[in-house]
């Protein structure tokens, strides 16, 4: 499985990096602190796969990244084969200068 580090994923949105945002936790995490990208809840992710490009990279993010590794297991079981985990999730990203 393919990971970006927070300062990674930084470098790439200061690069205009084109690639797919992913917040798959629950409505009241992304309420109180969120770094943009589209959401889907995990349990919304097998009605919504439709919304998931093949074509440019997509990154996963959760609260420790783990939530957004089962994510990612699941979208590979149907082909995606473009998908990176925010290493860490938002807690990393959160103390990452």
């Known amino acids: 499985m393919k990971q970006v580090t927070a300062a990674e994923l930084r470098d790439w949105i200061a690069a205009g990096k084109d690639f797919l945002l992913v917040d798959v936790r629950e409505v009241f995490e992304r309420t109180q602190f969120n770094i943009g990208g589209i959401h889907i809840p995990m349990d919304e992710l097998p009605t919504r796969v439709v919304e998931l ?45």
């Open 53 to 97: 490009s093949t074509e440019k990279d997509i990154v996963l993010y959760c609260e420790k990244g783990i939530r957004s590794v089962i994510a990612i297991q699941r979208l590979e079981a149907k082909g995606y084969n473009n998908l990176y985990n925010l290493a860490g999730g938002m807690k990393a990203w959160k103390v990452q200068p």
